[in-house]
């Protein structure tokens, strides 16, 4: 297309995934924007790279902060595609970012797109969460999200020696931590009253929770909602 | 005088120090909207019963923090992990008989998993928080968050629910399916406010001569990021550009802060990444923290206030010596320090064992005999292995070291 004033748009990216279509990107970015969430969270981009020299993601990965808001105040599909694919797992949710100085959140913003993800099945974010379902699982049926019997010297070899010597010692250490709730617990942080739980699996079901948790992962919401659905009929 | 360009302005503004105007504050007032949404019914407002303490936030409104009657809203992360930390802060409680209730009736906020995962959405979130918040409503307590994290989840989720109505009443459909009211407290407390409130009192009560020692400290991204208003900041404390949370107490105890380049920097948590990418988390804290803090400034030791920071600055640090780089500082929250100070015992209460980068050179620097509070801890844990004792109770922990020596 040869350029015109109309279609002058400089820095507006390529098409890098012919394999989904325009329309397909689109209307995954029209579901990003219509969360109630985005007017909180973009209010433009004066591409003043603030955001970027904080952001820890930005030191370690090819990650922007800049460019998601940028891509998003300028409404560019194509990358907001490649941002989607490609970027947002590698975000640290530390919202160092939130120190724009045009009051965005691209913290925020990754949330929503990594949402908008996880509804619509991509496969990118099933691969960055492998290996992470156990504490989806742990989450919800336990209303704790980590627990010490996680600490196995097989997970966490880089942990060094003490997680050998910990793993040896947990049910006895657990004892002696004079915090009534949290003494002698091992497979769960504290101790979480059953009608407590029941209400969190409300929460789960009734928030649409687990339609998410269907898309990101069928055996996992089978599991979940068989316990589940047992424990809220037996009351 | 030529005109500035747009980086130039932002360049111009940032090199300015915030001024603490409540009535030219950027943002709204929550408080506000609040009272705003309890007037229409919307809403149960929960205020504080009893004593409570003003302080300052970062544009100037003030903050009210509770003394007692404080729900302890507990921290996945430090409960599974570091208990210390939780023990520490009832502990503290404990020595001024300050009433508390230390609740079951509690789940995580499940930000963690939130912030890792993206598996939830806004109105799974806010009714976790809500259902949370009514059943500390219920006991008559007030809320006092142990978890950075949940902290600033809770304080983002409120944000969420003063804006936009369709929220609020979803979740109070979900809400009156358990016969719970949508219960907001007048304010979103952290505890390590809470010690801040207290360094005084801890102060007068100090056992511990902590003036040998240099820390630096680490603020949790999720206390002061997230909703940054909302944050305790104090003119004495790096003249009030800071927040003023664990430094203002370490600076109480006479112990001498250091300031490093990287104070702002995350520690490199990443949420998902500790869990199943930790090169990202290691390399951070390693490389941009810790390394920074020792070539700076050398601390002894170094503080911070969430769970997340804790873990990932500590277990951070093994792997890295293989690759012969400058570790080995022991990391505490703000409560364990404060009750380390008080006498609180180093393995019943402070909870050192559970810490895995090399903690003695610096209880030893403080003079105290960490090897005979180990063998005391070691007495306990052999008659708990013989089913003579059932466990640590706080009658074993409640009394401070130097008294019982
Ligand atoms: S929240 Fe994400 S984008 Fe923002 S600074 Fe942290 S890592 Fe970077
Ligand atoms: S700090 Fe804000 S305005 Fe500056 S580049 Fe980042 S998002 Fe854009």
């Known amino acids: ?235 | 005088m030529t005109e500035l360009t747009t980086v130039e302005q932002i360049l111009e503004r940032k090199s300015h120090p915030v001024i603490r105007d409540a009535s030219v504050a950027p943002t709204d007032d929550m408080h506000d909207r609040l009272l705003e949404l309890e007037a229409k019914g919307e809403i149960v407002l929960q205020r504080m019963k009893g004593e409570y303490v003003e302080f300052p936030t970062k544009y100037g409104r003030i903050k009210k923090i509770p003394i007692q009657h404080t729900w302890h809203h507990k921290s996945c992360g430090h409960c599974g992990h570091i208990p210390g930390y939780a023990s520490s802060i009832l502990w503290l409680h404990r020595q001024f008989n300050l009433d508390y209730h230390d609740p079951t009736d509690q789940t995580s906020c499940t930000g963690w998993n939130y912030y890792a995962s993206s598996a939830s959405n806004a109105v799974g979130q806010a009714a976790v928080m809500s259902r949370n918040f009514a059943a500390a409503y219920e006991t008559g307590y007030f809320p006092l968050i142990h978890c950075g994290t949940s902290f600033g989840h809770y304080k983002e989720i409120r944000e969420q629910l003063v804006h936009h109505k369709e929220l609020r009443d979803e979740v109070r459909r979900i809400l009156d399916k358990m016969g719970k009211p949508l219960v907001i407290p007048e304010e979103i407390v952290h505890y390590s406010e809470w010690v801040y409130a207290m360094r005084d009192k801890f102060k007068e009560r100090q056992l511990v001569d902590m003036s040998q020692i240099t820390a630096t400290v680490h603020p949790a991204c999720h206390y002061y990021k997230i909703v940054a208003e909302d944050a305790i900041f104090d003119p004495e404390i790096y003249g009030g550009q800071r927040t003023a949370v664990v430094t203002a107490l370490l600076e109480s105890l006479g112990i001498n802060v250091a300031d490093y380049s990287t104070w702002f920097d995350c520690c490199g948590f990443g949420f998902r990444h500790v869990l199943v990418q930790r090169d990202f988390t290691r390399s951070f804290a390693v490389l941009r923290k810790i390394e920074t803090m020792i070539n700076e400034v050398n601390p002894d030791l170094t503080v911070t206030h969430d769970t997340g920071c804790v873990t990932t600055l500590d277990k951070s640090q093994f792997a890295a010596k293989a690759h012969d780089r400058k570790v080995g500082i022991p990391v505490l929250s703000d409560a364990q320090v404060a009750a380390l100070a008080m006498g609180a015992h180093p393995f019943r209460v402070v909870q050192f064992h559970w810490h895995s980068t090399d903690w003695r050179p610096f209880l030893e620097k403080l003079g105290i005999n960490w090897q005979k509070y180990w063998d005391e801890f070691q007495n306990d844990l052999d008659q708990i292995k013989a089913g003579t004792k059932s466990g640590i109770t706080w009658e074993d922990a409640d009394k401070p070291i130097h008294l019982t020596a």
């Open chain 1, 1 to 235: 297309m040869p350029t015109t004033f109309e279609n002058w748009n400089p820095g507006k990216a390529e098409n890098r995934h012919p394999e989904a279509t325009y329309e397909e990107k689109e209307r995954l970015f029209l579901e990003v924007k219509n969360d109630v969430r985005y007017e909180d969270f973009l209010y433009g981009c004066y591409e003043c790279g603030i955001c970027v020299s904080t952001c820890p993601s930005a030191r370690f990965y090819d990650f922007s902060p800049r460019v998601i808001a940028q891509a998003m105040a300028r409404e560019d599909v194509e990358r907001i595609y490649d941002i989607i694919t490609e970027d947002i797992w590698n975000c640290a949710q530390c919202f160092s970012c939130v120190r724009c100085p045009r009051q965005n959140n691209p913290g925020g913003l990754v949330t929503i797109l990594r949402e908008v993800s996880l509804k619509n099945g991509l496969q990118e974010s099933k691969d960055a969460l492998q290996g992470y379902s156990r504490v989806i699982y742990k989450v919800m049926l336990k209303g704790n999200q980590v627990s010490p019997d996680m600490l196995q010297p097989d997970f966490f070899p880089d942990w060094g020696p003490w997680v050998q010597n910990f793993s040896q010692n947990m049910h006895v250490w657990r004892k002696a931590i004079p915090m009534d709730s949290i003494r002698g617990l091992t497979d769960v942080a504290w101790r979480t009253d059953r009608k407590t739980l029941l209400e969190l699996y409300t929460i789960w079901f009734e928030s649409g929770n687990m339609d998410i948790i269907k898309e990101l992962d069928e055996s996992l919401y089978d599991l979940l909602t068989d316990v589940m659905n047992e424990e809220l009929e037996e009351g």
